[in-house]
């Protein structure tokens, strides 16, 4: 039997379960969530950079995404907030539209 030990999605316990497998799962307790839910940013982000095309890469950002969704509720805020921050971010520092790539800084 294949050992995972990884943070899953909510429902894939039901899903293994449909096709009759048998499987371990416990649940986490909060030192341990937020620790597998930065374990998994990163997981999902290796796969994102991995990606070969559109597709995939879309499809790897969509995990990202949930996983900063579940961050924001686990740091008691919400993706609204989060989003409410990086337009505030966006608004006084800029956003990554203009691909400016900064090369050196002259220190006096």
Known sequence: MPIYNKLVRDRIPEIIQKTGKKFTTRILE??????????KS?????EYIKAENNEDAIEELADLLEIIHA??????????????VRQK???K?????EKI????????
Do not use: M, P, Q, T
């Open 101 to 108: 790539f900064l090369i050196e800084v002259e220190d006096e």
């Open 71 to 84: 961050l924001a509720e686990y740091h008691e805020s919400s993706i609204d907030k989060v989003e409410e």
């Open 89 to 91: 971010k966006a608004e």
């Open 30 to 39: 909060n030192n341990e969530y937020i620790k597998e839910l930065k374990n």
């Open 93 to 97: 520092r800029g956003a990554f539209k």
């Open 42 to 46: 990163f997981e999902e982000l290796e």
